[in-house]
């Protein structure tokens, strides 16, 4: 088994010369999407950049709805994506969830999200992604401050790419003064983990 089929799942593969890539970091409270346009010359493109709440899946586990209707808002975007990056979701980093089991909620969230992607989305490559891919598989100190690790990751990688519109979007959301709106890593995993996925794909 090579490096990239240990940490990426692959659901499906469609061949494509474009790099447009959608990364979601799955989440009831906190469900972060991002798709992005990545040129030859490693300049990024971003076409769409939001976190958002699916309020009542929280409450009811058992009916993705609610996942769906959102998904089905961002239709345009899914004509021109070209790749697919889930997170993939592990037991052990489940208990703080609330309404329905605590252990396979989010398990049953990213199975709609695969679903939804296979069915919707027929041209894209679809992919489930180790969160380890983020930092590019670094192994992790203890006492390590991951998130803020990936907030200041995933604001290089920005710079690097010229993405000047997502910096600015990111640094207002730091400003905000509701709590709710503080979690930009959420947004900045989504960031990180097209940079590992492109790094990990380019070893194959």
């Known amino acids: 088994m090579s490096l990239f089929e240990k940490h990426c799942r692959i659901y499906r593969e469609v061949q494509n010369d474009k790099f447009i890539i959608m990364s979601i970091d799955p989440g009831t409270d906190h469900f972060a999407i991002r798709i992005e346009e990545r040129t030859e010359n490693g300049k990024i493109i971003p076409m769409y950049f939001q976190k958002t709440e699916i309020k009542t899946m929280e409450k009811r586990m058992a009916d993705p709805v609610d996942l769906f209707s959102y998904l089905d808002t961002l239709n345009d975007f899914f004509k021109l994506v070209t790749i697919i990056l889930i997170e993939e979701q592990l ?17 049953r969230l990213c199975s709609w999200i695969i679903g939804y992607c296979l069915i919707k989305i027929p041209n894209a490559s679809v ?15 203890k006492g390590e401050d991951i998130k803020k690790k990936s907030m200041i990751r995933g604001k290089e990688i920005l710079i690097q790419g010229e993405d000047e519109q997502s910096l600015d979007f990111l640094c207002k959301l730091e400003k905000n003064k509701f709590e709710k709106h503080r979690r930009i890593h959420d947004l900045t995993d989504t960031i990180c983990q097209i940079d590992g996925f492109i790094w990990l794909y380019n070893q194959r």
């Open 91 to 107: 037991i052990l980093n489940l208990p703080h969830m609330r309404g329905g089991s605590s252990k396979s909620g989010m398990i």
């Open 127 to 141: 992919y489930e992604i180790s969160s380890k891919v983020k930092m590019r598989l670094e192994k992790t100190h």
